[in-house]
């Protein structure tokens, strides 16, 4: 199947800065893929290029099989992280002009517009103006503008931001239901833990470059399954020196230990009880927040090395 999304080679400076360096990558249709990376990585830049608010210096991009001059916009769904809502308007017919620029007729947007301002618990603040809601329920609105027209691919730039775990867990169940019935969803986000039980396909962009692309299960078998997640009371500090460890995430009083090849755990556990108090040991696969902060970390000191 042709992929959502196809990206080659992609560049994109603002004068001497460039933020998105030779990107290239591919979004599987039908794929619920995490866009990840730190602050100022170019992951904006880049679902900038994909909606036509930005055009590339350099290279290419098809989204939904078609060069990006020609696609119809009205078959996506963005959320972009500046959110952008007529703060004098009604709800009720904000959603309702959001629909109809998309292409819905005016009865059909307002009739889905209400159902959904039902479903997000909204139904009685249909009549009044975005500047009354809070922070949180102005992200459900604009959630709601972003699905009113059921798009085949949804875009969205930290959908989670500003909304409590309730509501999250609401945006979270209606992500996954436009999966199931076969969308495709591409969101950035830095909450790591929903990146793990929402996505297929994961990409790790830092400083403008992709740092690891792939399904989430791919990503993760390049680490091994030679983890060690270690809970104890004490200073575990020096478990990082230990001669069998390759890497160390320190996490307060649980840390995660990757261990080095043909390495037997026993030995790291036996090291740990003398000097701590263990309370839990486990073998473990590296969490997608263990990756990141190991690749982002290896590639700033892959940097400062560059620049010695």
Known sequence: MQPAIEIHDIVKRYGDVTAVDHVSLNVPTGTIYGFLGPNGAGKTSTIRMLMRILLPDEGSVRVLGKDLATVELDRIGYLPEE????????????????????????????????????????????????????????????????????????????????????????????????????????????QMDTVEKLCDHICLINKGRVLLEGTLGSVKQRYGKNGVSLRFEGDGTFLHALPEVASFQDNGNEVFLRLKDGVDPGRVLDAARARLAVTRFELAEPSVYDIFIEQVSKDGEHASKDAA
């Not at 109809?100 to 959904?116: D, K, P, T, V």
Request: aromatic residues 8%; hydrophobic residues 40%.
């Open 83 to 190: 959110r952008g809502l007529y703060k004098k308007m009604r709800l009720l017919d904000q959603l309702t002009f959001f629909g109809e620029i998309h292409g819905l007729a005016r009865r059909e947007a307002r009739n889905r517009s209400g159902a959904w301002l039902e479903r997000m618990d909204l139904a009685d603040r249909a009549l009044r103006s975005v500047e009354e809601l809070s922070k949180g329920m102005q992200q459900k609105v604009q959630f709601i503008a972003t699905i009113l027209h059921e798009p085949d691919l949804l875009i969205l730039d930290e959908p989670f931001s500003g909304l409590d775990p309730v509501n999250a867990n609401v945006l979270k169940d209606i992500i996954l239901e436009y999966h199931r019935k076969g969308h495709t969803i591409i969101f950035s986000t830095h």
